[in-house]
């Protein structure tokens, strides 16, 4: 896999992607929805980050943040994946006689080839962060990232996936997680 080198420009945006190993569909069970967003929040505390906008689809998720230092991105990504990794893990480990938890535990699982400390993985190894320098921009993400579920067909309406920030922004309800505004 080619390295690139990543830029964080001080008082950027950063829009940013990641998945989950094999594209599993983790985030389909409303209890690992509310981990990822749980933890989303925990990080976002911890490493006084802003969070501008955000989506989670059934098996990747994006984000809209504004890391300060700029350079503290990969820490921000590492938290999240790290430890929403070890509680999905864990979890689905302690419900394995479930067929969902067993398929989903396999469908994680390293191959022999793989000398890790770890057996499975929940996301991939990369992130992909894209700098956001204009309004236009912007307003581009976040309407990418509030349409996603709409364009998968998940959802009829943008207003009927409760995980993302259209609510925040065209409801002003804060009651999955709250946003901070850049204007």
């Known amino acids: 896999m080619p390295l690139y080198h990543r830029v964080y420009t ?14 599993t569909p983790l985030f389909l069970s409303d209890r690992f929805r509310h981990c990822f967003v749980q933890r989303l929040d925990e990080v976002r505390q911890e ?9 989670l689809m059934p098996e990747h998720f994006h984000v809209l943040i504004r890391p300060e230092p700029a350079e503290t991105t ?7 994946k790290e430890e929403s990794a ?28 793989v000398h890790d400390e770890s057996h499975y993985r929940l996301w991939q190894r990369r992130f992909y962060p894209f700098n956001v320098f204009t309004e236009h921009k912007f307003q581009q993400k976040l309407d990418y990232m509030h349409n996603n579920p709409v364009t998968r067909g998940l959802v009829g309406s943008p207003g009927d996936w409760p995980w993302s920030s259209w609510r925040f922004y065209y409801w002003e309800d804060a009651s999955v997680l709250r946003m901070d505004r850049m204007r």
């Not at 990969?74 to 999240?80: D, R, T, V």
């Not at 864990?90 to 398929?103: D, F, G, I, S």
């Open 10 to 23: 001080p008082g950027e945006l950063q829009f940013i992607t990641a998945s989950t190993y094999r594209r």
């Open 47 to 55: 490493l006084h980050f802003l969070l501008v906008g955000w989506v």
């Open 74 to 80: 990969p820490l921000i990504m590492k938290g999240l």
């Open 86 to 113: 070890k509680r999905i893990i864990k979890t689905l480990r302690e419900y394995h006689q479930y067929p969902w938890c067993r398929k989903t535990l396999a469908r994680l699982r390293l191959p022999s080839t």
